[in-house]
């Protein structure tokens, strides 16, 4: 079995870019109900996960600052606490389910370290769930 089995394309996904302002990034975590999201360089390269306690975070030092100040403030100054753990697609099914026990999705890049797509967790129980039931 290859990691392409599990594999959401990055057509599918959201993800934020670094040249994203942070209010953009709150308005697309709200829109999609994520709790944490891709974040890409300009390239397509996978930089890290950006996630909703990160903005937390961010915002409280900043005293909870309006809305529109958010407009100005670009994504790549705020401080990310926990990035997600890629893989690589040649790497070992055993890598991606020691990643995605830890993670609720796994990033997948190319050997160029460009983001293809991600691996839920909820995507490989369910495969394996199916195969449980398969076998009784």
């Given at each position: 079995m290859n990691i392409l089995f599990f594999l959401t394309p990055k057509e599918d996904v959201a993800t934020v870019k670094e040249t994203?302002?942070?209010?953009?990034v709150l308005e697309k975590m709200e829109n999609h109900g994520?709790?944490?999201?891709?974040f890409l360089s300009r390239e397509g390269k996978y930089i890290?996960?950006?996630?909703d306690g990160d903005l937390l975070w961010f915002l409280k030092r900043r005293n909870f600052p309006e809305l529109r100040t958010l407009e100005d403030m670009p994504i790549i100054t705020i401080e990310r606490h926990r990035d997600n753990q890629a893989v690589k697609v040649g790497e070992s099914m055993e890598d991606l389910f020691d990643k995605v026990t830890n993670q609720n999705f796994v990033p997948v890049v190319d050997d160029n370290e460009v983001f293809i797509g991600i691996v839920t967790r909820k995507d490989v129980l369910v495969y394996l769930q199916k195969k449980i039931g398969e076998k009784q």
């Open positions: 994203d302002t942070l209010r953009q994520y709790a944490a999201i891709p890290g996960t950006i996630t």
